[in-house]
């Protein structure tokens, strides 16, 4: 099992930045690709961007230009620095690590972020 726990949200306002950490722990070795996804009050859970372990990304194109995932693998952890954020970047954060041999996903609780306008 692989545990994923996010930190970094908050209150921010238009154009203002927040970098977000999901640390995992656990049984490392189920996991290579790390992400970020939100959801909005009433709308369905999306895909903000995606890391593998030897780096590569992968954007929404909402937030590309904007947002910048990283990792740190001597950490296990993934970051997600959000730059020039919108009012509709209003959203729960959360961290998801797929299963590499096929369990289900593990997600994190979530972290709150809220750009006011």
């Known amino acids: 099992q692989v545990q994923l726990v996010e930190s970094g949200g908050g209150l921010v306002q238009h154009g203002g930045s927040l970098r977000l950490s999901c640390a995992a722990s656990g049984d490392i070795s189920r996991i290579n690709a790390m992400g970020w996804y939100r959801q909005a009050p009433g709308k369905q859970r999306e895909l903000v961007a995606t890391i593998i372990r030897r780096g590569n990304t992968r954007y929404a194109d909402s937030v590309k230009g904007r947002f910048t995932i990283s990792r740190d693998n001597t950490k296990n952890t993934v970051y997600l620095q959000m730059n020039s954020l919108k009012p509709e970047d209003t959203a729960v954060y959360y961290c998801?690590?797929?299963?590499?041999?096929?369990?289900?996903?593990?997600w994190g609780q979530g972290t709150q972020v809220t750009v006011s306008s």
């Open positions: 998801k690590a797929p299963d590499r041999y096929g369990l289900s996903d593990y």
